[in-house]
T-cell receptor, first 115, second 110 residues
């Protein structure tokens, strides 16, 4: 079964550093998403991306965050100047079509720890 | 925004027991998914079920969209079923995001 692949699985970074989380969505999917889950809490939407632009973002997704599809296969989340409260599990997801009518496939997540 | 409530918040079962997890949502939805988060943190998609009933092995799910709830049934539970079960919904108002519930934490003991 096709998978969404995320790298790295774990990342530790110092406060103030920039990190890039990487995702390879399923090849025929057109919609891409990032979610995060702070330890012990529920999963929260960050951003959705379609046709090389952001289609929706949450209030969490401020100027510190950016997304990019640098080539035909990768989808990245960049966090500039990380803060302690950015420590969380970050999930990438993709869907074949307009997301309210299609199921999402999630990646295994990247656990980010900011120290 | 839409509210998604799950019950019970915690559940402890002996291996072999059956259980029903519930998800209530506050608005009309056109996307509903159930996920299992395993102890390693991975989110495993169980069902895409905006309406109707589906079965996959020991798991089945039913969504009654008109009454705004969904049920996940686990039969003959196994220790590998342990983890957190999330319901997530998408609705017409914001097409591209899923709103997750707070989850049901399931522990299956020997």
């Amino acid at each position: 079964e096709p998978e969404v692949t995320q790298t790295p699985s774990h990342q530790v970074t110092q406060m103030g550093q920039e990190v890039i989380l990487r995702c390879v969505p399923i090849s025929n999917h057109l919609y891409f998403y990032w979610y995060r889950q702070i330890l012990g809490q529920k999963v929260e939407f960050l951003v959705s991306f379609y046709n090389n632009e952001i289609s929706e973002k949450s209030e969490i997704f401020d100027d510190q965050f950016s997304v990019e599809r640098p080539d035909g296969s990768n989808f990245t989340l960049k966090i500039r100047s990380t803060k302690l409260e950015d420590s969380a599990m970050y999930f990438c997801a993709s869907s074949e079509g307009y997301s309210s009518n299609y199921g999402y496939t999630f990646g295994s997540g990247t656990r980010l720890t900011v120290v | 925004g839409i509210q998604v409530e799950q019950s019970p918040p915690d559940l402890i079962l002996q291996e072999g027991a059956n259980s029903t997890l519930r998800c209530n949502f506050s608005d009309s939805v056109n996307n509903l998914q159930w996920f299992h988060q395993n102890p390693w943190g991975q989110l495993i998609n169980l069902f895409y079920i905006p309406s109707g009933t589906k079965q996959n092995g020991r798991l089945s799910a039913t969504t009654v969209a008109t009454e705004r709830y969904s049920l996940l049934y686990i039969s003959s539970s196994q220790t590998t079923d342990s983890g957190v079960y999330f319901c997530a919904v998408g609705y017409t108002g914001t097409a591209s995001k899923l709103t997750f519930g707070t989850g049901t934490r399931l522990q299956v003991t020997l």
